[in-house]
Nanobody, 128 residues
Framework: QVQLVESGGGLVQAGGSLRLSCAASGRTFSRYAMGWFRQAPGKEREFVATISWTGATTYYATTYYADSVKGRFTVSRDNAKNTLYLQMNSLKPEDTAVYYC????????????????WGQGTQVTVSS
């Protein structure tokens, strides 16, 4: 079992930055690929970014991004702290959503159903 708790959301003006964190319980954090998803009001949940599992090291993590956030968002992980991050820069009003972190017990997830553990979400609101 993995429990995930997101934090760092809030209200920010367009062009600003936020860093989301996702604290994970358990002793095998490095053996899970981690992802960020978001859901805006009236829309389906969508993929934002993912970072592969790393085993005992962070040197070989690979990352993937949705086209809508590529170049603006950066996903990273600190296995020593069991924490996942999402650095969001150049925020736009269309980034407004509830952001969720998720864990997948495989090296690189390929579908949303690969993620078996989900957090409760943190609200990000970007004003114009």
């Amino acid at each position: 079992q993995v429990q995930l708790v997101e934090s760092g959301g809030g209200l920010v003006q367009a062009g600003g930055s936020l860093r989301l964190s996702c604290a994970a319980s358990g002793r095998t954090f490095s053996r899970y690929a981690m992802g960020w998803f978001r859901q805006a009001p009236g829309k389906e949940r969508e993929f934002v970014a993912t970072i592969s599992w790393t085993g005992a090291t962070t040197y070989y993590a690979t990352t993937y991004y949705a086209d809508s956030v590529k170049g603006r968002f950066t996903v990273s992980r600190d296995n020593a702290k069991n924490t996942l991050y999402l650095q969001m820069n150049s925020l736009k009003p269309e980034d407004t959503a509830v952001y969720y972190c998720a864990a997948a017990p495989r090296p690189v997830p390929t579908t949303t159903t690969d993620y078996t553990f989900w957090g409760q979400g943190t609200q990000v609101t970007v004003s114009s």
